[in-house]
Each structure stands twice: as C-alpha cells, then as structure tokens.
C-alpha cells in the first residue's frame, strides 16, 4: 500500500521538518487534549535510536509534569511498508500516555482515508506548494467529503510533513519524533495532540499517504524528499456508516497521475560510499547523459537536516555517455557516527538539482569528539559520538575557567572568554577524557 511517485514539490526551504505554515482553521482544530505539551523542543539525535530518544523524552515529562508515564516499546513491524510502521508506533505512544484518559486503540487503516491522505499528497505536485490545504484538492472539509461523504464523520484533521533521506523507516520515526516532541513552534506541538487525542473511539480510522519527490527551495534548488501526510477521522458509527458514505471503500486516487516529472541536465546512473573509515569517505558516482552541465558540489550532513558543502568537482558538460568522479570526503573534524552525502548539480544557468541521499556509518574504533565552530566568538558545539558528561575549560597557565555548558545543546558559552587559546576537557559518561584546543577569536 505504500506509494512511491518521482514528482517535483515546489515549496518552501529546507528546513528537513516542515510544519504547515498556513494551515486551515478546519485542519488546526482540536478536541479535548489530556496530556500536557512539553515546553521546549527535544531535537532529533541521529547517533541515538528512536526508543532511547522517545524515553528520554517521557523521563523529562515525567519530571517536568509530577507524571508516571512507562516506558516506551519499540513494536516490531515491516520496515518497508509505511503503514505498518506507523500504525504500530502510533499504538504504542497511545499506550504510554493512557493514564491521561488517552485510549490505547488499535486505530484502523481504512481505504476511503487512505484515498483522501494519498490525493493530499499528490495535490501539493499539482500546485507546487506545501500545504493543508492545496488549492487542486480543496479545503480539507471538502477533501473530505468528495472522498468519504459529507455527513459521514464527527472530526479530521491533517498532519503534514517532509524529511530528506533515502531510508524509509528512518524517516518515519524520525517525522514522528518530531512531530511529538520538536514541534513547540508549530501550533503549540498541535501535531502531537492530534497523535495523542484522548476523544479518539473505535469508530476513528486514519490513512497515511507518502510520495517521494523534489521539493524546490526558495533558492530553487531541489531537494530530494519524502513527502507525508496523515489523516484521521471519526465515523459517526463503523463499518455501517449510512448512505453515501465510503467506509473503507477505495475510490481510487484521481489526482496522482496528473503531473509527469521534470527532464534533469545531469541523469545519474550511481551515487554510492565505496569504502568508509573513521577519518575518510571515498564517494563515486557516474553520469549517462549530461547537459548544459557546469559542476558538482559535494554536500554532507550529520543529521540530514543541515547541509554544508564539502567539495566541488567540475562536470564534463555535454556527454551522451557514462562519465565517473570519485570523491574522498576528509571526516577527521567531525564526530557524528553516521554521515549523511547527497550531490548538488549546477547546470551553466546557475539551476541547482539535487541527488538522492545517501548515509553510511563510520568505522570508528574509539570515541570521536570535536569542537565546531573552532575558532569560534560566541559559542562552540561539543560534538562527541558518546554522551557528554561533564567539560572543564583551562587557559595556558593551566588555571580552569568559568564557563556555562548547556548540556541538552551540547554547547559551550565561550563569549564570556578573552581572545586566546584555551583547553577544553571532555568527560563521557564512560569516564574517557579527551582534551581539545579551543581558539577564541
């Protein structure tokens, strides 16, 4: 049941987690909320899994709020399909949190859900933009009615969101980690209510509808997504929800084959690590046709939200055959355990397109810890592949320094500093020390 198509999305910019920016009224609306909403964000940790991070999360709420709610248990499911995974991850949080009167259901995929989720989807192509409401598909109170029945329903609503990398799975936790814990900016975390609303009954059915496609930034590059969307909504009573209703009835999905893809200058035949070590990554891919092409520019990230260019490599311009490049990213001044590379291609006009992403994990025996930025003026990041426990910063007598670490961002306040050279010493919560010099602008 899960939908792949190759469109182009034209949006806003990368942001890697996309909350709607105007969303409908009818789409915003919420019912009785039982569990309270954090009040910061808990961003996503690429070098901890989701479980670790969702009952780190519940640990700070249970604090924060004088709760007790239990552990989280990452359920099994099929990694490949879409559905599965969300269904049973959206159980399971259901579950934790049920001593607020949230009901632990087994909420239903249903088809006519599915259709309306899926043309949701397919209707931010047709009208280039990333919405609730997409004007090809109407307000979502009329989506929902051309595709389920007018007076067939109590409540919907939406949940939209967009994330670049090629693994499935990944992605999906990922949204919906997310969507529960890192969405304060956006509707007062209105994402997890939706997740987490305790009127839902057995008669409350959702669909789940994923393309995958280019968004096109503002800058007009684009860039390659996943893009979701995920509907509920309430029958008035299930399965015999009345005439003129489609209760788990497939009405098909008009809208996805409305738009054919855009024609690339470059098409890539491969895009792969060949080999990677801790302080290295040798990149190969290769072309069979290119057109009104300039150059490559290498692209890495360690949680693939943020991107930063690594490498440039110029193309061969017109080709009708298979041209190979190669590229060997040096990694030595970073500490993610996973890496993440995708290529962006500028043709001779000065258009960007970008490739898939690829991720792979580093060969790293020991530890790896670095500062970034470094120099630096205002702040430095602690970015370490284990858990920070502690820092202590001395200046070249050897006499410790005051300084504030903020532990949730791993960053180091250093504005407080003078301009020199200090050495910051690094504590694990495996007891290892490593020392670093720090450069204070």
Request: charged content about 20%; overall charge negative; proline content about 3%.
């Amino acid at each position: 049941m899960l939908m792949l198509l190759s469109y182009n999305l034209k949006g806003q910019n990368d942001y890697g987690f996309l909350p709607p920016a105007k969303a409908s009224v009818i789409a915003e609306t919420r019912s009785a909320i039982c569990v309270p909403n954090p009040a910061s964000d808990r961003q996503w940790d690429q070098t901890k899994s989701f479980a670790v991070q969702v009952n780190e999360a519940i640990d700070a709420e249970n604090i924060a709020f004088g709760k007790s709610y239990p552990n989280y248990n990452h359920p099994s499911y099929n990694s490949g399909d879409a559905l599965d995974i969300s269904a049973s991850i959206l159980k399971e949080l259901r579950r934790v949190y049920e001593s607020d009167g949230i009901a632990d259901l087994d909420i239903e995929y249903d088809l006519s859900v599915m259709d309306m989720a899926t043309d949701h989807s397919c209707a931010m192509d047709l009208d280039n933009t990333f919405c609730h409401t997409c004007p090809s598909d109407g307000s979502f109170g009329a989506r929902i009615a051309n595709r389920i029945g007018g007076g067939c329903y109590t409540s919907g609503t939406e949940n939209i969101a967009w994330i670049s990398t090629e693994d499935l799975e990944q992605s999906i936790l990922r949204i919906i980690y997310l969507m529960m814990y890192a969405d304060v900016a956006c509707c007062n975390n209105g994402h997890r209510e939706n997740f987490l609303n305790c009127s839902y009954t057995n008669n409350t059915k959702i669909g789940f509808g994923i393309i995958r496609g280019d968004l096109q930034a503002s800058s007009g590059a684009f860039i390659d997504s996943w893009i979701m969307t995920w509907d509920y909504v309430t029958y008035g009573n299930y399965p015999a929800c009345g005439t003129g209703c489609n209760c788990n009835v497939s009405i098909g999905t008009p809208l996805c084959d409305a738009v054919a893809g855009i024609v690339l200058p470059v098409e890539l035949s491969s895009f792969e690590t060949q080999s990677s070590e801790c302080d290295y990554a040798d990149i190969h891919w290769s072309t069979l046709n290119e057109s009104n092409h300039d150059y490559f520019e290498i692209e890495r990230s360690v949680d693939g939200l943020a991107w930063e260019t690594v490498g440039k490599i110029v193309g061969t311009g017109d080709s009708k055959s298979l041209r190979e490049y190669s590229y060997r990213d040096d990694l030595q001044s970073i500490s993610a355990k996973e890496v993440y590379s995708r290529l962006a291609q500028v043709d001779l006009d000065g258009n960007v397109n970008f490739s898939n992403v690829i991720s792979f994990k580093r060969n790293c025996k020991e530890a790896v810890i670095a500062l970034y930025p470094n120099p630096t003026n205002n702040f430095t990041m602690i970015n370490s592949s284990t858990e920070v426990k502690a820092i202590s910063v001395f200046d070249l007598r050897g006499r410790q320094v005051s300084v504030v670490f903020d532990q949730v961002r791993s960053t180091l306040k250093t504005q407080v500093l003078e301009s020199g050279i200090y050495f910051v010493q690094v504590e694990s919560v495996d007891g290892d020390i490593t020392v670093l010099k720090l450069y204070k602008e």
